[in-house]
């Protein structure tokens, strides 16, 4: 059974930082391209962060880069979001994903909240 796992939302200030991981089971991890997107209220989903399967190369949203940083430990099967200089746009419910053989498996979601 594939499930994919997020952790590590919560409320943060703006400016602050917060890491969010994803745990991988079911399925070949190293095998897959993974991804973290997010949905804000009222807003469509959207790519945040890209990572090859073997973490060789990675892909960000304008709105992040410089701020968000993905990567991947395909010994552990754990994709991880370090998010720093957070902005109240930030919040949204942040979702990972892996990409494969014409396959996509979802989270379920984390909620990520930027307030003062």
């Known amino acids: 059974q594939v499930q994919l796992v997020e952790s590590g939302g919560g409320l943060v200030q703006p400016g602050g930082s917060l890491r969010l991981s994803c745990a991988a089971s079911g399925f070949s991890f190293r095998r897959y391209a993974m991804t973290w997107y997010r949905q804000a209220p009222g807003k469509e989903r959207e790519l945040v962060a890209t990572?090859?399967?073997?973490?060789?190369?990675?892909n960000y949203a304008d709105s992040v880069k410089g701020r968000f940083t993905i990567s991947r430990d395909n010994a552990k099967n754990t994709v991880n979001l370090q998010m720093n200089s957070l902005k109240p746009e930030d919040t949204a419910v942040y979702y990972c994903?892996?990409?494969?053989?014409?396959?996509?498996?979802w989270g379920q979601g984390t909620q990520v909240t930027v307030s003062s």
């Open positions: 994903s892996a990409d494969g053989f014409g396959l996509k498996y």
């Open positions: 990572i090859t399967s073997a973490g060789g190369s990675t």
